[in-house]
């Protein structure tokens, strides 16, 4: 297994738009492990594969991205399953609104 991973590789290995991988490097979500300073190539490490992992599952559930940059900045349970309820609580109110209609 590689030590890193370009920014294309993370996005077809993750299946991932390089933009959104961008976007989250702008933002502070998942920085690059290293960033080349004579190419500005961003690098990502294997360890991060995770992370990318639980950002892509969270966001199909559909947690906004703020919320997951709360998450991961302080990396509490309780934040994670306050998050969780009140996504649960928006789904139902959503399914409650399409059997309305």
């Known amino acids: 297994m590689k030590e890193y991973y370009t920014i294309g590789e993370m996005s077809k290995l993750f299946n991932i738009k390089i933009p959104t991988l961008r976007y989250y490097d702008e933002i502070g979500l998942l920085k690059p492990?290293?960033?080349?300073?004579?190419?500005?190539?961003?690098?990502?490490?294997?360890?991060?594969?995770e992370k990318l992992n639980s950002i892509k599952y969270?966001?199909?559930?559909?947690?906004?991205?703020?919320?997951?940059?709360?998450?991961?900045?302080?990396?509490?349970?309780?934040?994670?399953?306050?998050?969780?309820?009140?996504?649960?609580?928006?789904?139902?109110k959503e399914k409650v609104r399409e059997n309305r209609g």
């Open 58 to 92: 969270l966001r199909n559930l559909g947690i906004p991205i703020s919320k997951l940059i709360d998450y991961f900045n302080y990396r509490k349970i309780d934040t994670l399953v306050d998050i969780m309820e009140k996504q649960l609580i928006k789904i139902d």
């Open 33 to 49: 492990e290293y960033i080349d300073e004579n190419t500005n190539y961003r690098y990502y490490s294997t360890p991060q594969f």
